[in-house]
């Protein structure tokens, strides 16, 4: 229940977790175009996905994709593809994954580029304060 990122930040390769809700999602959207090896394959001039197609999605396409999400969802914050990773290092971290499991999920050389993403949120510091508390509690 992993995903290969082909060429992801850096041109570097890696693995990172699928949940299967993630799965049944991309499953769904696969069915609609059936291509032989892509999810995401590019889609041609008059908007439709040609199954001989070898190429991936475009950047641009994805960063539309997510433009109109944004639009649809009604959020008013400006988010872009960098977003969507800056949210998930965000949760994680919020949901008990280490650093260093984050920072290798990114991909990044150095620990402090993942601290630059993952900044400290008021769930963090709760989880926090109860940890100090059962820690410290048999004073």
């Given at each position: 229940m992993?995903?290969?990122?082909?060429?992801?930040?850096?041109?570097?390769?890696?693995?990172?977790?699928?949940?299967?809700?993630?799965?049944?999602?991309?499953?769904?959207?696969?069915?609609?175009?059936?291509?032989?090896?892509?999810?995401?394959?590019?889609?041609?001039?008059?908007?439709?996905?040609?199954?001989?197609?070898?190429?991936?999605?475009?950047?641009?396409?994805?960063?539309?994709?997510?433009?109109?999400?944004?639009?649809?969802?009604?959020?008013?914050?400006?988010?872009?593809?960098h977003?969507?990773?800056?949210?998930?290092?965000?949760?994680?971290?919020?949901?008990?994954?280490?650093?260093?499991?984050?920072?290798?999920?990114?991909?990044?050389?150095?620990?402090?580029?993942?601290?630059?993403?993952?900044?400290?949120?008021?769930?963090s510091?709760?989880?926090?304060?109860?940890?100090?508390?059962?820690?410290?509690?048999?004073?």
């Open positions: 992993v995903i290969h990122v082909r060429n992801g930040k850096g041109s570097r390769d890696r693995y990172v977790p699928l949940p299967e809700a993630t799965l049944k999602i991309l499953r769904r959207y696969w069915a609609t175009h059936r291509h032989s090896t892509l999810i995401f394959p590019a889609v041609g001039r008059k908007g439709k996905i040609c199954l001989s197609e070898t190429k991936h999605m475009s950047k641009q396409s994805v960063q539309r994709a997510i433009k109109l999400a944004v639009q649809d969802a009604g959020i008013k914050k400006k988010a872009h593809i977003t969507l990773r800056h949210s998930y290092a965000t949760h994680l971290l919020e949901n008990g994954v280490g650093l260093r499991l984050i920072q290798e999920y990114l991909e990044h050389a150095v620990i402090q580029s993942t601290l630059i993403y993952v900044h400290l949120t008021s769930k510091h709760g989880q926090a304060y109860e940890k100090i508390d059962r820690m410290m509690g048999d004073l």
